[in-house]
Every structure is written in structure tokens, then in C-alpha cells.
């Protein structure tokens, strides 16, 4: 199994502002993820985190609006840019193994006002 | 289109007693399957994992089924407590790359 940290785990950002959340793994995966959790919704995939090459995004995210980085295979980061009241949610770092168990970070729990 | 439903969205159940959480997905080929629980806030928790191989998992008072030709799996937990209050999530790998998750049941266990 994976232990996926992330940091910060909460924040509070003004409108118009940029964050940078940091996801680190203790141990290789295949695969890395970002996700957005809105108030009382379920999860919705950002983008996969792709190894030195720019991330593949889901319909209705940019790259503009959240560049992420994944400089080796236990490091990635998602910035939230230009960031509205919208953008308040729980972002969800994830990474899976070679059998498709994907393991979850503890969530950054971002207010924006 | 692969879709992954979770029904009821809430369940509340006295202490101590037996409770079945069901999912259901539209694609039968399915890689696997695994069920979360997530606290208020927090992240996910992965509790079990079911290959398409298989029929079942267990871990302690948690069981897992697994039935690809009626497209459902079932959780069942035995003599609930109130710790086990979360919501409960299940996600599908359809070997396309990603998860799709159901919407989740919100258990709330009665002391």
C-alpha cells in the first residue's frame, strides 16, 4: 500500500489569489491523480498527474486554471489559480498501484473568500 | 455511458445491528471495484478492493460482494457501532484509466 500525504491541509485564500497544494508519496505508483470535492458532492476528477509531461485534463478543467506538475513518480502539485469563491472545496491528491488500488491523501481543505 | 449509482444517499440504523450498502454500475467488464469511507472533511479511507476475479473480500466486521452479470456489489457491515458513521463510497475501474465513483451513502449509526 501507498501513504499519501498532502500539505496544507486547510487554508483560507483571497479572491484573486493563487495556491499550490503538494502532494508526496512514500513509495512509487503508477499513476497520479487530482480531484475536487464541492460541498456535499462526491468526487470529481481534475486531471491525472503524468511524469514529466503535461497533465491530461477532464472535461471543464484548464491548464491555465490548474497547472500541476509531477517532476518525478512520488511528487505532484496542483495550483489553484486566479481563485474565486467557487473554487472552495476539498482537492484530493491520489495515486494507484500496479492492480488499480488507489490510495487517497488526507485532503487540503481550501476557503476562498 | 459507465456509470457507478449508489442508492439510498442516506441511512441512518440503530447500534448494533447488521446493514447492507449497495452499488451498482451499467458496465459489466469491469477491472475492479472498491469501496471508501470518508469522514466529514477528511480524505478517502480505501477499506476493500475486489478484483473482477473475484467473488467477495472481508476485512473484520466489512464484506465485500462482487456480482458482474446483474452490474451490483454490496457492503455489508456487521454490528454496526458509531464509529462506523461516515460516508461510504464506492468507485469502479473500468480500464479506461480512472475511477468512476458513485455518489456515496451518508450511514449514521444511532447509539
Same mark, same amino acid.
Given at each position: 500500500s501507498a501513504v499519501i500525504s498532502q500539505k496544507p491541509?486547510?487554508?483560507?485564500?483571497?479572491r484573486g489569489t493563487s495556491l499550490t497544494i503538494q502532494c508526496q508519496v512514500d513509495s512509487q505508483v503508477t499513476m497520479m491523480f487530482w480531484y475536487?470535492?464541492?460541498?456535499?458532492?462526491?468526487?470529481?476528477?481534475i486531471a491525472t498527474a503524468n511524469q514529466g509531461s503535461e497533465a491530461t485534463y477532464e472535461s471543464g478543467f484548464v491548464i491555465d486554471k490548474f497547472p500541476i506538475?509531477?517532476?518525478?513518480?512520488? @511528487?505532484?502539485?496542483?495550483?489553484?489559480?486566479?481563485?474565486?469563491? =467557487?473554487?472552495?472545496?476539498?482537492y484530493l491528491c491520489s495515486g494507484t498501484s500496479g492492480d488499480w488500488e488507489q490510495y487517497f491523501g488526507p485532503g487540503t481543505r481550501l476557503t476562498v473568500t | 455511458k459507465q456509470e457507478?449509482?449508489?442508492?439510498?444517499?442516506?441511512?441512518?440504523?440503530? =447500534?448494533g445491528e447488521n446493514l447492507v450498502l449497495n452499488c451498482s454500475f451499467t458496465d459489466s467488464a469491469?477491472?475492479?471495484?472498491?469501496?471508501?469511507?470518508?469522514?466529514? /472533511?477528511?480524505?478517502?479511507?480505501?477499506?476493500?478492493l475486489i478484483q473482477s476475479s473475484q467473488r467477495e473480500q472481508?476485512? /473484520?466486521?466489512?464484506?465485500?460482494?462482487?456480482?458482474?452479470?446483474? /452490474?451490483?456489489?454490496?457492503?455489508?457491515?456487521?454490528?454496526?457501532?458509531?464509529?462506523?458513521s461516515?460516508?461510504?463510497?464506492?468507485?469502479?475501474? @473500468?480500464?479506461? =484509466?480512472?475511477?468512476? @465513483?458513485?455518489?456515496g451513502t451518508?450511514?449514521?449509526?444511532?447509539?
Open positions: 491541509s486547510r487554508d483560507i485564500c483571497q475536487r470535492q464541492q460541498p456535499g458532492q462526491s468526487l470529481t476528477l506538475s509531477r517532476p518525478n513518480l512520488t @511528487f505532484s502539485t496542483l495550483t489553484v489559480s486566479n481563485m474565486s469563491p =467557487e473554487d472552495s472545496s476539498i | 457507478v449509482t449508489q442508492i439510498p444517499a442516506a441511512l441512518s440504523v440503530p =447500534e469491469i477491472y475492479n471495484l472498491q469501496w471508501f469511507r470518508q469522514d466529514p /472533511g477528511k480524505g478517502l479511507t480505501s477499506l476493500l472481508t476485512s /473484520g466486521r466489512l464484506n465485500a460482494s462482487l456480482d458482474k452479470s446483474s /452490474g451490483r456489489s454490496t457492503l455489508y457491515i456487521a454490528a454496526s457501532q458509531p464509529g462506523d461516515a460516508t461510504y463510497l464506492c468507485a469502479v475501474y @473500468f480500464g479506461n =484509466e480512472k475511477l468512476t @465513483f458513485g455518489t451518508r450511514l449514521t449509526i444511532i447509539p
